[in-house]
């Protein structure tokens, strides 16, 4: 019975070191990726909507809310979320990556990227449907909007 609870505390152990293990690995690939950052200035532009919306609060109200905010509480919520998709091995190459050249640049030129991505998405959307308009049009006769029905 000793031998049963003391093998049972040392699997629990063991799977705390491996989950306190792999939750500093999140915490380092977090900071290496500056989503830490990203979240403190998402929460910071929400308080200064805030304060464009209420002028009559006074600055220093505003400053507080700011100083209020930590992005440890962020990362706390992301944590069992990366954990989900990472393995520790998989964090050990992903923080390799990014502590690299290469890796540093992705990071730095991602929103912009992003943002090429969708404007280039949106027009080749537009001209899809266009397309796909006009050749509906073509095949069916069909004209969009629809005539107006006869009057009577």
Do not use: H
């Not at 505390?9 to 799977?15: A, E, H, N, P, V």
């Not at 900071?31 to 805030?50: E, P, S």
């Amino acid at each position: 019975m000793t031998k049963n609870i003391f093998i049972l505390l040392l699997f629990w152990g063991s799977m705390a070191l491996a989950q306190t293990s792999q939750e500093n690995k999140i915490r380092e690939f977090i900071k290496v990726t500056g989503v830490d950052k990203l979240g403190q200035q998402g929460a910071n532009q929400m308080i200064d909507m805030f304060k464009e919306n209420y002028k009559n609060i006074p600055t220093e109200f505003w400053d507080e809310c700011k100083k209020e905010v930590s992005s440890d509480e962020l990362v706390s919520l992301y944590i069992p979320i990366y954990a989900k998709y990472y393995s520790e091995s998989d964090l050990d190459e992903l923080i390799k990556f990014y502590k690299t050249p290469v890796g540093q640049k992705m990071i730095s030129i991602m929103p912009a990227l992003m943002q090429d991505s969708m404007n280039a998405g949106r027009e080749w959307g537009q001209k899809l449907r266009k397309r796909v308009s006009e050749k509906i049009n073509e095949k069916y006769n069909y004209q969009s909007p629809p005539p107006p029905l006869p009057s009577k």
